[in-house]
């Protein structure tokens, strides 16, 4: 190490020394005073997103509803929105408010790949039902994390049925294309799609857009025939329908090598217009928590090797909302974390290993919260205003992803250890 590269980390030691709290643990019934530092941060902020360095991380996903509580309990926030299909939500969201008994879970729908798992979503439901504070349940993504037409066409259907069923052919045409390549994710469903004849991609896309276009156009008779919500909402389906497609693309050539630059930001675009999609129809001075993977919330363009991977979808509320908007990311010390490895015939088109890692190298989050002696804590570091040089990477999955951190993320919360927590199903084991 260099004696700039020494003074550097030093610096950065003693920022996060003098702008890091550390927390009590993670026990999610635990008294919440601990976490009033994060109050200041927040501070009258719209939006504030959630992340996770990993998916599949038993640590994470308990920080995030100890959080949740405080951010319900102390600072007014009513909806969680998640990483998680936006046409699959309403019926999990009925399941989280009480509806129904326990057993009825296993009929809704959904991914568990962004920490909507068994465990968060039994204490949501507990939660609301035993607090003052409840929380409403709200998706953004597109549905079955990109594997599905069919959770955003079926409700298109029924509102085609009502206001215009000359045209409903259109989606049973698209629905008989999509239903041959289904999966659970979009890493099942993309190399199935490209598979297909592309006559039979090229009718998927044409019908979607025909629709779409169609859709647009009408809307004053439409919406004359239902109302102004049941035409934005069957619109929102199609939208979700319209970008899965794309994806289907942009992951199929991700997968071959000829991935284009900034393709997966159209799915980031989606997910960004559903957060104010929600906001829009909010009653005013709602305030929404966001949870989803570090890579989605930041505020800077995603880079990997020097070369733009997306524009995430926290760049696009930031450059919306501005201070509107706050980015906490969540990251740890351990030395091994939960990676996801594309696997071919595997059910949700990977699976899931333990990796070891290398030591954070300096100028990371991970190595200033170690030189600053919280490595072994699980600790809360308020990054506004921390230096612009020097602190410019944090840990992504079982990598590292360099980025002006500062400029990211408002805070970070960082675990000393990490467990793997893996489920396939809403309703497996807790």
Aim: aromatic share 8%; with cysteine; proline share 4%.
């Amino acid at each position: 190490m260099t004696d700039r590269m020494s003074r550097s980390a030093a610096s950065l030691s003693d920022w996060f020394g003098e702008h890091t709290s550390t927390l009590r643990g993670l026990d999610v019934d635990a008294p919440l005073d601990d976490l009033e530092p994060l109050r200041d941060i927040v501070g009258d902020a719209r939006v504030v997103a959630l992340g996770e360095g990993a998916h599949f991380v038993g640590e994470f996903t308990r920080a995030r509803q100890r959080v949740l509580r405080f951010l319900a309990e102390r600072c007014g926030f009513t909806v969680v929105a998640f990483e998680f299909g936006f046409s699959e939500a309403a019926a999990l969201d009925r399941w989280l408010r009480g509806h129904g008994d326990d057993a009825d879970l296993a009929e809704v729908g959904g991914t568990t790949n962004a920490g909507v798992n068994p465990q968060l979503v039994h204490w949501l439901r507990r939660h609301n039902r035993t607090s003052a504070h409840p929380l409403r349940f709200v998706g953004v993504d597109t549905p079955t994390a990109g594997g599905r037409l069919r959770p955003a066409l079926e409700p298109l259907a029924d509102y085609l049925r009502e206001v215009d069923p000359e045209v409903l052919g259109l989606v049973e045409r698209a629905l008989a294309v999509a239903d041959r390549f289904t999966g659970t994710s979009v890493a099942v469903a993309a190399p199935k799609w490209a598979q297909l004849d592309g006559a039979d991609q090229d009718a998927l896309t044409a019908s979607l857009t025909r629709l779409l276009l169609r859709f647009r156009s009408l809307e004053p008779l439409y919406v004359s025939r239902s109302d102004q919500a049941g035409y934005d909402l069957a619109l929102r389906h199609l939208e979700a329908a319209l970008h899965a497609d794309y994806m289907f693309t942009a992951m199929s050539d991700l997968f071959a090598g000829r991935g284009r630059e900034g393709d997966a930001a159209v799915r980031e675009h989606y997910m960004a217009e559903s957060l104010h999609w929600h906001l829009d129809r909010a009653d005013p001075g709602t305030r929404i928590v966001l949870a989803a993977h570090n890579n989605h919330i930041q505020k800077t363009p995603v880079y990997f090797d020097g070369e733009l991977a997306v524009l995430p979808m926290g760049y696009y509320l930031h450059r919306a909302l501005g201070d509107d908007y706050r980015a906490l990311a969540q990251t740890h010390t351990a030395e091994h974390v939960a990676e996801m490895h594309p696997t071919e015939g595997a059910e949700g088109g990977f699976t899931v290993t333990e990796e070891r890692l290398d030591t954070p190298e300096p100028g990371s989050v991970e190595a200033a919260v170690i030189d600053a002696g919280y490595g072994a804590d699980i600790s809360l570091t308020d990054l506004r205003g921390a230096p612009s040089e020097g602190l410019d990477s944090i840990r992504t999955q079982s990598s590292s992803l360099s980025t002006p951190v500062s400029q990211a993320f408002d805070a970070v919360l960082t675990s000393p250890t990490t467990t793997t927590y893996y489920t396939t199903s809403l309703h497996g084991e807790r």
